[in-house]
Structure formats: structure tokens, C-alpha cells
């Protein structure tokens, strides 16, 4: 027990004696320690400065005695893979596309009336089929062959080249949408005059508004002169 307590002593009197020894150093240098800090910082920098200033000399030096530089590894040359250059798209022919674009209006055309064709009707589901299948396929089929053998004859086909074909299909949708918007414009009239017969049972009306006025007639019978006797000789 004495001998920690010894111990705890000895340990307070070194700490008391350090923190004298700073105090007293704190008091003697007053306010000049600031002027010290900036003074060891300034050394530092000369000293550090000096060290590459001397190093910077010595490789100068040793560069103009003819000491070999540094070899340098040199730097493999990149590859560059040669890359196709992508084929642009193909396209139609200036008349081929004058006529896909007719009919692309004509169905956008038709399918702004879809709410005048009659309930799940076959027109307007093949005009559907048309924006969205029936034309890209039949285009998509003729921008697949070879170039060189669009305008070469198919025997498979009587003789006819692929441009040909494209056309005869083409033609082939173009009429059965201008068959579809006949139909409709049939449809509506065909409305328009059933409203008419309607609106002449509704309201008891005739066909020419008015009937044609007959003349009068007598309500009693004309006499008839009695004929004249017949004389006989």
C-alpha cells in the first residue's frame, strides 16, 4: 500500500516539474513565440528548397557529361480494327415511295372516321391490318431481295421483274381502300335516306311535301240530249 502511494507521488512530482519547466518557457518567450513558428516554418522551406535545388543541379550536371538518358519504352502502336462502315438503309424508288405514302394517307384518312364504320367491322379491321402489317410486310419483301435483281425477271412470277410485283401488290391495297371508302360513303347515304323515311313516318309527310291539286268536278250529272229520231221513208 505504501509503496503505491510512493509511486502515485513520484508520478505527480515529474508531471508538477514538466508543467512548470512549459510554464516558464511560455513566460519567457512572452509574445516572440509567434515570430519563432513564422522563423522554423521559413527555415523549413529554405531547407527542403535547397534539397531539390541541389538535386535539380546535380542531374543537370550529370545529363551534360553525356550520361545516357533514361530509355524509354515505346509504346505499342494502337490497333485499329478496321470497322465496316454500316450500310445505309435502302430505299424505294421515288415512285414506289410517292405511292406507299398514298396509301399511308388514305388509311390514316380512314381511320380518323373509325367511329362511323359499323360495330366489329371487317373494313375497318383490314384497314388496321394495313397500317400496321399488310404495307411494311409487302415493302419489308421487296427491300430484302438483291439490288441487282429487282428490275431481272422471276420465272416463278409469269416473267414479271420484283419491281413489278411490288407494284401489282401495292395497286392491290390502294383499291381495296378506295373500295372501303366507297363502301362508307355508300353507308352514310344509305343513313341519310333511312333518317329521311323516318322523319316522313314521324311527322306523316310524302315524298314531294305536297300533293298536286286536281281540278274539280261536278257533283251532278249532265243530261244527255236525246238523240234524234230516225226517220224512215
Given amino acids: 500500500m505504501w509503496l503505491l502511494l510512493v509511486l502515485i507521488l513520484l508520478i505527480a512530482v515529474v508531471i508538477a516539474t514538466l508543467g512548470s519547466l512549459f510554464a516558464g518557457l511560455f513566460w519567457l518567450l512572452g509574445s516572440t513565440w509567434p515570430w519563432l513558428l513564422i522563423a522554423a516554418g521559413a527555415w ?118 420484283a419491281r413489278q410485283e411490288l407494284v401489282a401488290q401495292l395497286d392491290l391495297l390502294d383499291k381495296k381502300l378506295d373500295d372501303i371508302a366507297q363502301d362508307l360513303q355508300r353507308q352514310d347515304a344509305d343513313r341519310l335516306v333511312a333518317n329521311r323515311r323516318f322523319l316522313e313516318q314521324r311527322f306523316g309527310t310524302s315524298d314531294t311535301g305536297t300533293d298536286e291539286a286536281t281540278p274539280p268536278t261536278d257533283a251532278t250529272p249532265s243530261k244527255e240530249e236525246p238523240a234524234p229520231a230516225s226517220t224512215t221513208a
Avoid at 48 to 70: E, F, K, L, V
Avoid at 99 to 126: H, W
Avoid at 149 to 158: C, F, L, R, V, Y
Fill in 44 to 161: 523549413l522551406f529554405w531547407h527542403q528548397d535547397g534539397r531539390h535545388n541541389r538535386r535539380r543541379q546535380a542531374r543537370a550536371t550529370w545529363i551534360a557529361r553525356g550520361a545516357p538518358a533514361p530509355k524509354q519504352q515505346p509504346t505499342p502502336p494502337k490497333k485499329t480494327a478496321s470497322v465496316a462502315q454500316p450500310l445505309g438503309p435502302r430505299e424505294l424508288p421515288i415512285d414506289l415511295q410517292v405511292k406507299v405514302e398514298q396509301i399511308r394517307r388514305k388509311v390514316d384518312v380512314l381511320l380518323g372516321y373509325a367511329d362511323r364504320f359499323p360495330p366489329f367491322s371487317q373494313d375497318l379491321y383490314l384497314v388496321r391490318q394495313t397500317a400496321s402489317e399488310y404495307l411494311p410486310r409487302t415493302v419489308n419483301a421487296f427491300l430484302s431481295m438483291p439490288a441487282d435483281s429487282m428490275d431481272t425477271p422471276m420465272p416463278a412470277n409469269g416473267g414479271r421483274t
